[in-house]
């Protein structure tokens, strides 16, 4: 028990700080005309208000951390088998932390705009629908996914031709030396629930990256070519990203199902190398690639194609430019939820950050809303129940 309390600490720690770091670095590779949520002209990205802007809000950041690193380190000490229960909450109370450091600032960034009267080129919705704003499914990088699927119909099979050699009670858990702790009684749904579950993931994931792929682009309306480079290049990178760690978590999950079957059982040490090295792997390159490739793709410099020009020169001119109060912004709740009844998209790219949102003028962005959050809910109560349970 000790044992875990201590590896769920370092486990708590690393995530406190590399999710930290990266939130706290999150207004610099945010794209260089968007200022928490709040579109400017790029010209104005190193005005000395904007620069103190960005500065306060990754100090604040950094502060709420060591608050919680503190916390982390205090319950470990003095409650070390609520460590398990941490790691699972900590990362909450972080984002909670983040909108209390993020809102103020997109009130400033407001005012700021408001009271230099900055204004920037318009467009009437988030950007644009054109079809050539997003790639087609045909350069997605099936190859990642193909796998994926190809392991999990491989290790069913494999599953198939040593069922009437396992044994009628299963081993399907052990502890952190490996030692046998939970068992079932044989059946096909006990020996393909492991890969079946691991097709799902490989569904989800490939799902979510078609939305991303799908996603209405942010376009700078300063260089319209060449930001629509940069997205057509941080799509096809952030899809490689995306699928490496599908396939990864894969292997690890029929890795564990092989044990099930006992095709091999590793020593303790592999099994926690395996599970931190994929845990950091998982964390390590989404990280340094959003801080390298910035939001969409922002600092990257891919070469402007044919197609980048065509999809620039259909972006429609308007001859007025509303009031800067009254320019996209007003689509962008806090500016981080995306409002618009005229836009019939779904997906967007957010403002700040570098995840995806939603439409929530459309109905159904509403369904994924009860849904994400009811599943949400309930695997953080049934986690919960389950470890106060153990305990």
């Given at each position: 028990m000790a044992e875990m309390a201590l590896i769920f600490y370092v486990i708590n720690l690393s995530v406190l700080i590399l999710t930290g770091v990266l939130l706290a670095a999150m207004p610099y590779y945010t794209g260089k005309s968007l200022l928490f949520g709040v579109r400017i002209p790029q010209i104005h990205k190193n005005h000395p208000a904007v620069i103190v802007l960005k500065r306060n809000f990754s100090l604040l950041i950094g502060l709420f951390v060591m608050i919680l690193m503190a916390a982390v380190t205090f319950q470990y000490l003095f409650a070390p088998k609520w460590s398990i229960f941490t790691s699972v909450f900590a990362p909450f109370a972080l984002v909670f932390f983040q909108i209390i450091a993020y809102v103020p600032s997109w009130k400033k960034a407001r005012k700021l705009k408001k009271e230099n009267q900055w204004v920037v080129s318009f467009v009437g919705s988030a950007d644009t629908n054109m079809a050539l704003s997003r790639q087609t499914f045909s350069r997605m990088p099936w190859y990642w996914y193909i796998?994926?699927?190809?392991?999990?119909?491989?290790?069913?099979?494999?599953?198939?031709?040593?069922?009437?050699?396992?044994?009628?009670?299963?081993?399907?858990?052990?502890?952190?030396?490996?030692?046998?702790?939970?068992?079932?009684?044989?059946?096909?749904?006990?020996?393909?629930?492991?890969?079946?579950?691991?097709?799902?993931?490989?569904?989800?994931?490939?799902?979510?990256?078609?939305?991303?792929?799908?996603?209405?682009?942010?376009?700078?309306?300063?260089?319209?070519?060449?930001?629509?480079?940069?997205?057509?290049?941080?799509?096809?990178?952030?899809?490689?990203?995306?699928?490496?760690?599908?396939?990864?978590?894969?292997?690890?999950?029929?890795?564990?199902?092989?044990?099930?079957?006992e095709l091999w059982l590793p020593d303790s040490n592999t099994v926690w190398a395996l599970i931190i090295g994929t845990t950091a792997v998982s964390i390590l390159i989404p990280v340094a690639f959003s801080i390298w490739a910035g939001q969409a793709g922002n600092k990257l410099k891919p070469k402007v194609l044919p197609e980048d020009e065509r999809s620039a020169g259909l972006i429609p001119k308007n001859t007025t430019v509303p009031k800067p109060s009254f320019q996209d912004d007003r689509y962008w709740i806090l500016g981080m939820f995306y409002y618009n009844r005229e836009d019939p998209t779904l997906f967007v790219e957010d403002r700040f950050g570098t995840n995806g949102g939603l439409n929530y003028a459309r109905p159904m962005a509403w369904v994924f809303v009860v849904l994400i959050a009811g599943l949400t809910i309930a695997t953080l109560v049934l986690t919960t129940v389950i470890m106060i349970n153990q305990m």
């Open positions: 796998s994926g699927f190809a392991l999990c119909i491989i290790f069913i099979l494999i599953s198939f031709m040593v069922y009437p050699k396992i044994p009628e009670t299963m081993v399907t858990h052990w502890n952190a030396r490996m030692q046998p702790d939970d068992w079932s009684q044989k059946s096909y749904l006990s020996v393909l629930s492991i890969p079946m579950i691991a097709m799902g993931m490989n569904v989800i994931m490939l799902f979510s990256n078609m939305m991303v792929w799908r996603m209405k682009l942010q376009v700078n309306q300063e260089n319209p070519a060449l930001s629509f480079a940069q997205h057509r290049k941080y799509r096809l990178l952030l899809s490689h990203v995306l699928g490496l760690i599908n396939l990864l978590f894969c292997v690890l999950l029929l890795f564990f199902g092989g044990m099930t079957l």
